[in-house]
């Protein structure tokens, strides 16, 4: 079994790596295929896709490179989403995709980890995020459980609301409001490029020293979330924020 996860601020990292563990499988960090626009083929039968949560589905980069990689040996497959709060109507998409590539869907597991979307809400102290973390303990022990006995996950209950988030307001969402023109960078950068180094879109480039971002973005929030002189702005909604990275919480089991 394989372990595939994407990250943008170390949530569904943590979580991959508690099921890796648990189930004594290999990690594989998507991002640096995402980047480097490449699809490894997975030679397994039984793969679990962790993600983030993003508008209700899981991010459209993931989604983009499992109907382009090569998963013709893989026959069952879980999702673990991380989240805020809710995972909408993502199972619908999930199974859709896993019948798409030829998997059995197992079931997809949301997993509620601090929130971490800056551009358009407040992240929490860094003790409440520990309480958070702790907190979800359980429902990562629950998700390692059925990885490593092979069985599928408990349905997921969707409201009408949550429907429609995941249908709707997706879309919208992403048409709408994942703006790349609206980070801007203060005189506070110190022109170190890790905001570039991170995006997996190589949606930044560095220009005279200084970030500037194209229209590819898909809100990871990496750059403005991981810059170390707290230089990157969202409009004028993150002045005031406090950035969110789990390593920045130096949480302990």
């Given at each position: 079994?394989?372990v595939l996860?994407?990250?943008?601020?170390?949530?569904?990292?943590?979580?991959a790596?508690?099921?890796?563990?648990?189930?004594?499988?290999?990690?594989?960090?998507?991002?640096?295929?995402?980047?480097k626009?490449?699809?490894e083929?997975?030679?397994?039968?039984?793969?679990v896709?962790?993600?983030?949560?993003?508008?209700?589905?899981?991010?459209?980069?993931?989604?983009?490179?499992?109907?382009l990689?090569?998963?013709?040996?893989?026959?069952?497959?879980?999702?673990?989403?991380?989240?805020?709060?809710?995972?909408?109507?993502?199972?619908?998409?999930?199974?859709e995709?896993?019948?798409?590539?030829?998997?059995?869907?197992?079931?997809?597991?949301?997993?509620i980890?601090?929130?971490?979307?800056i551009?358009?809400f407040?992240?929490?102290?860094?003790?409440e995020?520990?309480?958070?973390?702790t907190?979800?303990?359980?429902?990562?022990?629950?998700?390692?459980?059925?990885?490593?006995?092979?069985?599928?996950?408990p349905?997921?209950?969707?409201?009408v609301?949550?429907?429609?988030l995941?249908?709707?307001?997706?879309?919208?969402?992403?048409?709408?409001?994942?703006?790349?023109y609206?980070?801007s960078v203060?005189?506070?950068?110190?022109?170190c490029?890790k905001?570039?180094?991170?995006?997996v879109?190589?949606n930044?480039?560095?220009?005279?020293?200084?970030?500037e971002?194209?229209?590819?973005?898909i809100?990871c929030m990496?750059?403005?979330?991981?810059?170390?002189?707290?230089?990157i702005q969202?409009?004028?909604?993150?002045?005031?924020?406090?950035?969110?990275?789990?390593?920045?919480?130096?949480?302990?089991?």
């Amino acid at each position: 079994m394989k372990v595939l996860f994407f990250t943008g601020t170390g949530n569904s990292r943590y979580v991959a790596e508690k099921i890796a563990e648990a189930g004594k499988c290999e990690l594989i960090d998507l991002r640096p295929q995402i980047k480097k626009n490449i699809q490894e083929p997975v030679k397994d039968e039984e793969v679990v896709f962790v993600t983030p949560t993003y508008a209700w589905k899981i991010p459209k980069a993931v989604e983009e490179w499992i109907e382009l990689a090569d998963l013709s040996e893989v026959k069952k497959a879980w999702f673990v989403m991380t989240c805020g709060d809710s995972i909408g109507n993502a199972c619908q998409y999930n199974r859709e995709l896993s019948v798409k590539k030829g998997m059995e869907y197992m079931g997809t597991a949301p997993i509620i980890m601090p929130e971490n979307y800056i551009a358009m809400f407040n992240t929490p102290s860094k003790a409440e995020s520990k309480r958070i973390i702790t907190k979800s303990r359980p429902a990562i022990e629950r998700t390692c459980e059925c990885v490593k006995k092979g069985e599928k996950f408990p349905p997921v209950r969707v409201t009408v609301g949550q429907y429609l988030l995941t249908r709707v307001v997706n879309p919208a969402f992403g048409k709408f409001f994942i703006k790349g023109y609206a980070f801007s960078v203060g005189d506070e950068c110190n022109s170190c490029g890790k905001c570039a180094e991170l995006c997996v879109m190589n949606n930044i480039l560095m220009q005279d020293g200084r970030p500037e971002w194209g229209e590819g973005c898909i809100h990871c929030m990496a750059c403005i979330s991981y810059c170390p002189k707290a230089a990157i702005q969202y409009g004028t909604a993150t002045e005031t924020r406090e950035r969110y990275t789990f390593e920045g919480l130096e949480y302990r089991k």
